[in-house]
């Protein structure tokens, strides 16, 4: 690699700026400076909103399901208004709490439903009962009564606020906030009308129709399970982590560069390319896995989930096996992104076991994904891993035998001793002088600056490698980024050239490392077959 003619740091920050996507974000001026025409703000609006309802439609075709929420949502809505018309005067008079009911409870899926059903309840029966206690107390309290009404709000406000804090009750937050909703309304209203145990009763009355009637309408009409979005979910995930797997070893060995990195790549925001996009949707399922269990964790056993207490948070295991694997995929993604690559001869010369090992690794991935979709236990006859396996070993072979091209030649030849003084009594006595003091002993060795000072003990390994090296001290290459002589420009292209050869065997790493994460996502597919009691391989019928 001939010299280059600008430090390394001068190389970065052009090669940077080059690549980095110039930001749009900001509002566009004229030459003149002059605000945008009012003509053109009405015709910016109307597009928006157009583009508001084409955004509109496509998510209604994309999912038909969230259509049929809206639906169902309304007519739930439109059952409990009935009671507006109804002639009992309570009744009547209450009638709000239905209504308010189905708008706060009525969620997209059974799980979630029933989760803010119960939390509803839960809130309002606890709260009215202990309002009515204290209400009666208050009456008997005589002149003291507003005392001990406000006293008592103030402490269940504290009481109820700080104990949903604990993150042991935090599925509980909105009946908490229930609680203190109901609580302050039966004592409040009720001192006002006299009518606390009225007041009460038709709350929960009414409160218990809207949920009952969200139930209903959400487990008879269409219903949407959590656990059957957490199952798909998985699925997806290991679709993507796959793609990305596969295109990342291609693109690395096709020699794939960004000419520009989108800067929504650079801050980890969602992105269109398809490699990013793949193993980022993995990592970033987290949150929504978690919510979805949660819900999962109420629903009756529906559809090919036939068990109470289904495994839902084996899936979570499953998901969080995958991310792991997902972490190596990006940072391969990070490889193909980094300003020092490989040169495309390097690369050739592995190419054929990095692709082997991407392909097997992309397929381990899409059988377990497969598995996962059908509910199928894996098959005991054969190992899922043994192709991926082979392919890990061939290309640490590979590695092992072409290691020379991974580091710069030059320095480890000029740091080998010469034969003729390779003799079995020099080795002896600088084994014994190894003893004393330690191979490398300093960063700076040559320079002025000895304020780092590195004592490194060598191994039972270290001495034996050692006796085939020079026994001299090492010095760490002290190379100044701002000079401009040709022999600092030198140096650098060296350094440039080693780093470079490096992140061949980086990418490589990478990739084995991945191989070995594969047996952990196995078991834990292993584990959630067994509980959750999926089907044999082997018990579908024979097509004739």
Same mark, same amino acid.
């Given at each position: 690699m001939a010299a280059r003619t600008g430090s390394l740091r001068q190389i970065f920050t052009e090669r940077s700026k080059e690549r980095l996507l110039s930001r749009k974000d900001f509002p566009e001026m004229n030459g003149n400076g002059r605000h945008v025409a009012f003509s053109?703000? #009405?015709?910016?609006?109307?597009?928006?909103?157009? =583009?508001?309802?084409?955004?509109?439609?496509?998510?209604?075709?994309?999912?038909?399901?969230?259509?049929?929420?809206?639906?169902?949502?309304?007519l739930s809505?439109?059952?409990?208004?009935?009671?507006?018309?109804?002639?009992?005067?309570?009744?009547?008079?209450?009638?709000?709490?239905?209504?308010?009911t189905v708008v706060v409870v009525f969620e997209f899926s059974v799980g979630a439903t029933l989760n803010k059903g119960?939390?509803?309840?839960?809130? *309002?029966?606890?709260?009215g009962g202990l309002a009515l206690g204290i209400a009666e107390l208050s009456v008997l309290a005589g002149k003291f009564e507003e005392l001990i009404i #406000?006293? %008592?709000?103030?402490?269940?406000?504290?009481?109820?606020?700080?104990?949903?804090?604990?993150?042991?009750?935090?599925p509980y937050e909105y009946g908490f906030r229930v609680f203190l909703l109901t609580f302050c309304i039966v004592l409040v209203s009720g001192r006002t009308s006299r009518e606390f145990f009225s007041t009460a009763f038709y709350r929960l009355i009414l409160?218990?129709?809207?949920?009952?009637? %969200?139930?209903?309408?959400?487990?008879?009409?269409?219903?949407?399970?959590?656990?059957?979005d957490l199952h798909k979910l998985v699925v997806k995930n290991f679709n993507g982590v796959a793609a990305s797997l596969e295109g990342c070893v291609n693109g690395y060995l096709q020699c794939v560069a960004y000419e520009r990195v989108p800067s929504k790549i650079l801050v980890y925001q969602a992105s269109d390319d398809p490699l990013y996009r793949g193993y980022r949707a993995a990592v970033q399922s987290s949150s929504q896995e978690d919510t979805l269990v949660d819900f999962a964790l109420w629903e009756p056993p529906h559809g090919p989930y036939k068990t109470f207490k289904y495994p839902w948070r084996s899936y979570v295991k499953v998901s969080g096996a995958l991310r792991h694997c997902a972490f190596m995929v990006m940072a391969m993604h990070g490889c193909i992104l980094s300003e020092i690559q490989a040169p495309p001869e390097k690369r050739l010369v592995f190419s054929n076991e990095l692709q082997k090992v991407g392909t097997e690794g992309a397929k381990v991935l899409r059988q377990?994904?497969?598995?996962?979709?059908?509910?199928?236990?894996?098959? *005991?006859?054969?190992?899922?891993?043994?192709?991926?396996?082979?392919?890990?070993?061939?290309?640490q072979m590979k590695i092992d035998q072409q290691s020379f091209l991974l580091f710069n030649s030059e320095s480890w030849q000029a740091a080998r001793k010469p034969k003729e003084n390779e003799n079995p009594d020099n080795l002896i006595d600088l084994k014994d002088n190894e003893n004393k003091q330690p191979l490398i002993t300093s960063l700076s060795e040559t320079g002025d600056d000895?304020?780092?000072?590195?004592?490194?003990?060598?191994?039972? *390994?270290?001495?034996?490698?050692?006796?085939?090296?020079?026994?001299?001290?090492?010095?760490w290459p002290r190379l100044s980024f701002l000079?401009?002589?040709?022999?600092?420009?030198?140096?650098?292209? =060296? #350094?440039?050239?080693?780093?470079?050869?490096?992140?061949?065997? *980086?990418?490589?790493?990478?990739?084995?490392?991945? #191989?070995?994460?594969?047996?952990?996502?196995v078991d834990e597919f292993q584990d959630l077959s067994e509980k959750a009691n999926f089907k044999d391989p082997f018990d579908h019928p024979v097509l004739k």
């Open positions: 053109d703000r #009405v015709a910016r609006f109307c597009d928006s909103v157009s =583009k508001f309802f084409r955004g509109l439609r496509e998510m209604g075709r994309s999912d038909p399901r969230k259509v049929v929420f809206a639906m169902k949502a309304g809505l439109a059952l409990v208004s009935l009671f507006i018309y109804i002639k009992e005067e309570q009744l009547n008079k209450y009638s709000i709490w239905a209504i308010l119960f939390n509803r309840s839960l809130g *309002t029966i606890s709260a #406000v006293l %008592c709000i103030f402490i269940a406000g504290f009481c109820a606020s700080y104990v949903k804090l604990y993150p042991a009750m935090k409160i218990a129709v809207g949920a009952g009637v %969200c139930l209903f309408v959400n487990i008879f009409i269409y219903p949407i399970w959590s656990g059957e377990l994904g497969s598995k996962v979709e059908k509910m199928e236990k894996l098959s *005991t006859c054969t190992d899922i891993l043994l192709n991926v396996h082979e392919a890990a070993e061939q290309l000895s304020r780092l000072n590195i004592n490194i003990q060598p191994s039972m *390994t270290e001495l034996s490698f050692s006796q085939s090296m020079m026994y001299k001290k090492i010095s000079g401009d002589n040709n022999f600092v420009l030198e140096q650098e292209s =060296k #350094v440039y050239e080693s780093a470079s050869a490096l992140s061949l065997a *980086t990418f490589a790493s990478l990739l084995i490392e991945f #191989v070995a994460r594969l047996q952990n996502l």
